[in-house]
């Protein structure tokens, strides 16, 4: 899995998450589902955008709320080159 993740972004040279959704758990909930799309440019000058999700531990800090957890979820396939 560790191989997988280093060679995933092998070619990436950048990387922009637009979030498009939040779901919290409940209207005072501290854990929350994101969902959006990550637009990667690659070090060839080819361009993705695929879809993710993630699932997020808000906690509050200095007056400010911050992630202490967050766990990505996406489909590596889609980052594959076309055949």
């Known amino acids: 899995i560790l191989a997988l993740r280093h060679s995933m972004w092998q070619k990436v040279s ?3 998450h637009i979030t498009t959704k939040i779901f ?9 589902m994101l969902y959006g799309t990550v637009e990667f440019g690659l070090k ?12 997020a531990h ?3 800090e200095g007056g400010s709320v911050k992630m202490d957890f967050y766990q990505v979820y996406l489909d590596t ?3 594959a080159p076309k055949k």
């Open 58 to 60: 808000l906690v509050e």
């Open 24 to 32: 919290p758990f409940g209207s005072s909930s501290d854990e929350v």
């Open 77 to 79: 396939a889609a980052m």
């Open 44 to 55: 060839d000058g080819g361009e993705s955008k695929v879809d993710w999700a993630a699932r």
């Open 14 to 16: 950048s990387r922009h």
